[in-house]
């Protein structure tokens, strides 16, 4: 009796070049996962979505989209480009309407975005904690909101941050349990209780 013989796994992963890749890279590359990242030159592959990080994204969406004003626009996952070696995609981003040149628009610039979210995954954790808002705030992108689920009953909590312009780095101020009620970037006022949550 023999064995089967192995086949060699098809795929094959690009090769990194020497100084990182760039944004042009991100989005020439052939065959890459959806919602991958650049982050300081590396590719960055996004693991499957638990079922808060999906949902809470909705309850923001809804939320923000409901008093947005004309002058801007909420957008789920899409590609922000801070400089030619980091590209992250905010969960979500409020941008300015005119950036929105078209539907085929696969990236923004950070000088139009006015507020970045992230909702954080275990598998994610210190990128949405640490290096993201870092980035974010480098760019000079106004707000940034951090959302984490806490304790044992999996309750929403969303940290909110507004940059300094002296220091070139965000501010907290305001942590919001049950409800996020803020002026901006434009008067927000959202449920986001666990209650609100299940709802969806």
């Not at 000088?111 to 990128?127: F, G, I, K, M, Y």
Request: glycine share 4%.
């Amino acid at each position: 009796m023999t064995a089967e013989p192995t086949t060699a796994h098809s795929s094959r992963w690009p090769v990194p070049p020497q100084d990182g890749y760039t944004v042009d890279d991100l989005f020439t590359l052939p065959d890459l996962p959806p919602h991958t990242e650049l982050i300081d030159g590396s590719l960055v592959f996004a693991s499957p979505q638990r079922d808060f990080h999906s949902t809470m994204i909705d309850l923001l969406m809804t939320g923000l989209r409901s008093t947005a004003p004309p002058e801007v626009r909420v957008r789920r996952e899409m590609t922000v480009v801070l400089d030619r070696r980091n590209a992250p995609e905010p969960d979500v981003s409020v941008v300015r309407t005119e950036a929105i040149t078209g539907l085929d628009v696969t990236r923004y610039q950070a000088a139009d975005v006015l507020l970045a979210v992230e909702v954080v995954s275990p598998d994610s954790e210190a990128r949405d904690r640490e290096a993201k808002p870092h980035k974010y705030a480098t760019a000079g992108i106004p707000h940034f909101w951090l959302v984490e689920m806490t304790g044992t009953d999996q309750h929403p909590v969303v940290r909110v941050y507004e940059l300094d312009p002296v220091t070139k780095a965000y501010a907290l101020t305001g942590i919001h349990h049950d409800r996020l009620k803020t002026g901006v970037p434009f008067p927000v006022d959202v449920d986001i209780s666990a209650e609100a949550l299940a709802a969806l």
